[in-house]
């Protein structure tokens, strides 16, 4: 179990002098430095023209601006229509 090894080396280091205590810290955040920087990979920056043409079919041809302005006018419709209905329904 891992927590048995931690608790039998730090028994271990209680021995170890005040210095020696440090040094072994040192050591330690350093191989952990080490280790997780092999682990994480490079972040590439990308340029959005690689981006062209990956869902063409999701537009189905409609520009993307028309596409999120005809949406936006939809939903502010449905939302107004259904603000009239709640109206409509409350009143006596």
């Known amino acids: 179990m891992a ?42 920056a990308r340029k959005w023209s690689e981006a062209m043409g990956i869902a063409p079919d999701l537009l189905n041809g409609e520009d993307a601006q028309a596409w999120v302005s005809r949406t936006r006018r939809e939903a502010d419709e449905s939302r107004e229509r259904a603000l009239r209905g709640s109206r409509t329904d409350t009143t006596p």
């Open 3 to 44: 927590t048995s090894k931690v608790t039998e080396i730090m028994k271990q280091a209680e021995g170890l002098s005040t210095t020696e205590q440090l040094e072994l810290i040192a050591l330690l955040a350093e191989s952990a430095r080490a280790s997780s920087q092999e682990i994480s990979q490079p972040t590439v």
